[in-house]
């Protein structure tokens, strides 16, 4: 499930943004809850209660007494909080400066177009499924002389395929056994992996430098992409900064 929550005072703008989150349900394998608040200050209430915690936030900027500026400082001033994507949906663009330190996602500005919020909501949600699946995806298990290792996913830097034999590279050991690229490959979070050789499977988080031919990885090992995987990995690497960066 992805908790929405929208806040706008204009219950006409509400009741539309509502409709075009449910538009969007079926194209996830979730279900959205989606919370309505009318008010800055009714949000910020709901913040400190145990329901309070939202995967992201719709909010309008100017509203009556409190802004949403305002709201949105006080979501941030709470840890808690700091996985939560802030989406500022307004007409007014003059608050750039003011909401610069607010971690925001995007902005979508009013009226508000459907494709324009299916493409930047969309972006929204998939980087809540895909830190979802990293968090699940924690652990790599690797069979070696009929035992297992359990290796932590976020300490792989690459996997290497020679003469039917995997080599899976650690920050700090190398794991070496005979299997498949292809089935290992699917064992990992697609968000981070990316396949650039038939016998190259690396791992975004660890990339130094990144070319449409070449990528450098951050203990110095370089590998080149095979012009099969190059629109692929230019494809996977820009979604996985997207992923990284606020848009």
Do not use: W
């Amino acid at each position: 499930m992805i908790h929405f929550a929208i806040c706008d005072d204009d219950p006409v703008m509400t009741g539309s943004l509502e409709r075009m989150l449910l538009a969007l349900e079926p194209l996830y394998k979730t279900t959205f809850e989606i919370s309505i608040f009318f008010s800055g200050e009714e949000f910020c209430d709901h913040l400190n209660s145990a329901e309070g915690r939202f995967d992201i936030v719709l909010m309008d900027i100017e509203m009556s007494a409190l802004t949403g500026v305002e709201a949105g400082r006080r979501l941030r001033e709470d840890v808690a909080h700091d996985l939560t994507l802030l989406i500022f949906v307004s007409g007014h663009k003059g608050y750039y400066q003011e909401i610069i330190d607010l971690n925001v996602f995007c902005f979508i500005p009013k009226p508000v177009s459907a494709a324009e919020f299916d493409l930047k909501v969309g972006r929204a949600i998939q980087r809540v499924l895909n830190q979802r699946e990293l968090s699940h995806a924690s652990v790599f298990t690797i069979r070696i002389n009929k035992g297992t290792v359990s290796v932590s996913v976020n300490s792989i830097l690459y996997l290497t395929s020679h003469l039917k034999q995997i080599s899976v590279h650690t920050e700090s050991k190398v794991y070496t056994y005979y299997g498949k690229l292809n089935e290992e490959e699917g064992k990992l979070p697609a968000m981070t992996f990316c396949r650039i050789h038939e016998s190259h499977l690396i791992n975004f988080a660890y990339v130094e430098t990144a070319t449409g031919t070449t990528v450098v990885m951050t203990n110095g090992a370089e590998f080149s992409v095979s012009r099969r995987y190059r629109n692929q990995m230019k494809a996977a690497y820009i979604q996985y900064r997207r992923g990284l960066e606020p848009l």
